[in-house]
């Protein structure tokens, strides 16, 4: 099983990404998948969940009404449409796939860099 994270790079503040997350070897349609990040010095942090209808998000504090979290499940993949970007949100992102509940994440990517110039 494999999560290849893409999209992240160097943005002004401001300005927007979007992650991609592409699960490969099984399918995580009827699963949680979520993104998370860390920042350098720091701990990994919840950033987002999904459900597999994808009526089911939730967000961290810190990114809601500026990060919008959606899936694909036809193409086994999640997205994180980052705007607003701010130099807080500098970090390495990772995505998640959970076989349980939301809050519990078994795979895990390999995480793309997002850097917040002010």
């Known amino acids: 099983v494999q999560l290849q994270a893409s999209g992240g790079g160097l943005v002004q503040a401001g300005g927007s990404l979007r992650l991609s997350c592409a699960a490969s070897?099984?399918?995580?349609?009827?699963?949680?998948m979520g993104w998370f990040r860390q920042a350098p010095g720091a701990e990994r942090e919840f950033v987002a969940t999904?459900?597999?209808?994808?009526?089911?998000?939730r967000y961290a504090d810190s990114v809601k009404s500026r990060f919008t979290i959606s899936r694909d499940n036809a193409k086994n993949t999640v997205y994180l449409q980052m705007n607003s970007l701010k130099p807080e949100d500098t970090a390495v992102y990772y995505c998640?796939?959970?076989?349980?509940?939301?809050?519990?994440?078994?795979?895990w990517g390999q995480g793309t860099l997002v850097t917040v110039s002010s």
């Open positions: 999904i459900g597999w209808t994808g009526g089911t998000a």
């Open positions: 070897g099984r399918t995580f349609s009827r699963n949680f």
């Open positions: 998640a796939a959970s076989t349980g509940s939301m809050w519990t994440y078994d795979y």
